[in-house]
Structures are given as C-alpha cells and as structure tokens.
DNA sequence: GAATGACATTGATCCAAGTCAAGAACGATA
DNA sequence: TATCGTTCTTGACTTGGATCAATGTCATTC
C-alpha cells in the first residue's frame, strides 16, 4: 500500500481520508532489484516514482562518460524530463539498490486529476516545491568549488557518503575520482602550513 | 495592459477571452529603470515578475563576490525563492535594463486563483516547465566545462551575449572575466597545433 | 589460499582557471 | 580635446583538477 505516499503530502498540504484513499487507489506499488536500468537515453519516459525505499541514480552518458545529475533517495520523486512527452529521454535512471517505489504514468495522473480536481492544488505545491529544490541546486552548484561541495555534502546528505561509492559521487561533485580521493586526503590534514 | 501575458500562456494552453480578462485584471505592469534593485539578500520576497520589456539578473554575493544565478529576457517569469514565505532572501534581483514586467504577489495570485480555479491547471503547467527548464540547466551546468557552456551559449542565446556585459556573462559561466576572456581567445584561433 | 574484479589511493605530468598587476579600448562628460 | 570610469585584454605566476599509470585494498570465487 502506498499510505506512505500520503503521509508524507500531508507534511505539506492537509490531507483527508478520502484523499488518502484515492491516492491509495490511483497508484499502484512495484519493487525493483538493485542496477535495474528505469530508464534508458532515447527511450520515452513513461512514469514517475515517489521512492518508498532504496535510491535512484539519474546520469547521462557524454563522449561515453557517465556523468551523475542526481541521487533520489527515500521519500523523494523522481520524475524524469519531459515525462509522457513524445521526445526521446537524454539521461538515464539505475536503481542503485533495490528500490521499492510508488509509480505513476501521466495518463494515470490525469484521469485521477479529472476526477479529483482538488489534488491539482496538492501536484501544484509538489511542483513548486520541486522548482525551489531545484532553484537552490542549480544556485549552489553555479556557485561553489568540488572541494566545498563535497563538505556541503558531508553536512546536508551525510547518509549519501555511506550508501553511495565514492566514484559515483565524485562524478556527482563534477570531478574524477582521484581527484575526489585528494580532496579528502587535503581536508583529513587541514592541519598544515598557512 | 498585460495581454502579453495571456499571449505568452496561449502557447501552452487554450485561454479563453473570458481567462485573459481576469488575468489582465489581477495583475498590473510596472517599469523600473535601469539597475533598480527587485530583490536583496535577507529581505522577504514578495513580488514575481513576469518580463515584457527588459532584463533581469538574479545573483548572490559570496564571500563578497557577485556570482550570477540567471538572466531573464522577454516573455520569462521571475520567481523568487521563498516567495511570499517568512524566509530571507538568499540572492539579490536587478534590472540590467530598463525593464517592464507584469508584477504578481502571492496573495493576489491566491485569491485570483480561489476565483478561478481552472487557473490551477495554468499555473501547474507553467511551474511544471519551470522545473523542467531548472533540471536542463542543472544538468548541463553540472557536465560541461566553462567552455562548453560558453559554446552553448553563443549557439543557444547569443542576444544575451550582445546586451550583457562579458564580466557578468563569466559569472554566469562560472569563471572570472581574464579566464572568459582567454576562453574567447582560444576559440577565434582554432587553426593551431595539435 | 591464489586469482579475479571492482574500487580507492598515490605519484608524475599537463593544462585550464585563479590571482595580481598592468595596460588598452571605449564612452561619457567636462 | 582631455579626463575619468568602466570594461576588456594580456602577461607572469600559482593552484587545483585531468590524465595516465601503478599500486593498494577488499570481497568474491574457484
């Protein structure tokens, strides 16, 4: 059952019963095993996840490098660029455990939005909050070398740095990974010199 | 008048006459001259704009340094982080140009939308392109250099680089003036060794 | 327990961006 | 025209990340 789906709107928005009952009905629970392929480059995206356990990379594939764009973990969505749209995706989505994930299709979406006009208030505030979300990233990032966003990260998504490899984050920090493991090294001796 | 407005939104969704009426209606235009401050760090922000004529920049200062987070042209909206939350404003708005914009506030836009909640679905999907259009950027900052960005640049926006100063398009693309002014450089003599 | 493969670290070298300082180009204005 | 301020360019040097190659570490498996 998906009951975590509205436990975790009415964080946001109240949320009666009879919603939580329709969001129940309207969306169906599937399990994946860890490296499953969610999505591939070029492939259309299709559907939507609200994650329950587990976590999803987002990456895309650039002169055959693979560049991370995003880790969702537990309690967050991932929805895929240009979702239900008939354009070819540009990043791909991997389960880097085994995720259990709510699934939604857009068609799914919109019968439920005709007949429940009210959640339109509710995919409105997801979606502005997922703008901000995205508004602060896309801000910090612009703004900050590796070495301080590999701190903000030790910080903010500590449990990254333990489920994660450290490859993987790097690529996440936009660096190599040697160059991750000598920014670690550089920050474990800060005492020196200067 | 705004009818610009319903113009703009008529790309993405049928508006009926009756729908341009009321958003002319809810919304007033405003000008501001050059270099007028919108927006500073640590006040509340409380107004979206949405441009007519103009340009706006959002950038934030970093250990004393202006790091530029975005330009918005014509036709672009400009929201605010935290708009019309209790929070301090983490980055600062300016027109770069005399500017003409469609000025909403968050309460005028609740009880616009209280009176006519078809507005939802608008104001959905246009938040909704506004994440999509977040998570492009997000991802193409995060994988490619400053030269790349700069490519893109001159392909994908070239207006900007005409009525932009090039020290604040280099705060764009995350380097100094010298460095953006040494990648141009490099760029108009590619017939050279290698 | 030896071999394999995946991941992490280290070293050497290269190159792009940062930094600091000087000058060039340009427009506005006196 | 002279002067000033702003923006852009260039030069010399430093620094941090990329790259390539070697080695280390650890878990899996034969």
Partial sequence: MSTELATYLSRYMPITDELADVLAKSSFVQSYPRATVLLREGERAEKGYFILK??????ILKNGEDKTIEFFIEEESVLPLGLGKDVPSEHFLECLEDTVAVVSTPDQEERTLAEYPQLKTVCLAMTEIMAEKLQVSLARYRTSTPEERYLDLVEKRPDLLQRIPQYQIASYLG????S?????KRLSRPTEKK
Same sequence: chains 1, 2.
């Fill in 180 to 184: 991750l493991s000598r920014i670690r």
């Fill in 54 to 59: 587990g976590c999803i990379r987002s990456y």
């Fill in 175 to 178: 660096v190599q990974p040697e």
